[in-house]
């Protein structure tokens, strides 16, 4: 599975932004999908995650009511809508396929990651 994230951008605090990432190659049905970030010098956190039928989703605690994570599996597509951002939201995003379903993704239970969109929250 190839993922193409793209959406990523600058704005400034207290704004929004919204990231897609498509899936293309041998794509299944069932698997969770799912999105992660990593800030300089940090390790690559969990921020939100989503089951196949989109019954379910899980999100980090520091973006709560504040993003929100949907798919599309007609167009193997995943999103991140992203408001009322904050400047520790500066990171490099990357969406994740968890082809076992799961949604509450491990880093290590990533099956395909996606190249990575800059985001950059101004204060």
């Known amino acids: 599975v190839q993922l193409q994230a793209s959406g990523g951008g600058s704005v400034q605090a207290g704004g929004s932004l919204k990231l897609s990432c498509a899936a293309s190659?041998?794509?299944?049905?069932?698997?969770?999908m799912g999105w992660f970030r990593q800030a300089p010098g940090k390790e690559r956190d969990f921020v939100a995650g989503i089951n196949w039928s989109s019954t379910r989703t899980s999100y980090a605690d520091s973006v709560k009511g504040r993003f929100t994570i949907s798919r599309d599996n007609a167009k193997n597509t995943v999103y991140l809508r992203m408001n009322s951002m904050k400047p520790e939201d500066t990171a490099v995003y990357y969406c994740a396929v968890d082809l076992s379903g799961s949604y509450v993704m491990g880093r290590d239970e990533v099956d395909s990651w996606g190249q990575g969109t800059l985001v950059t929250v101004s204060s």
């Open positions: 190659g041998r794509t299944f049905s069932g698997y969770a």
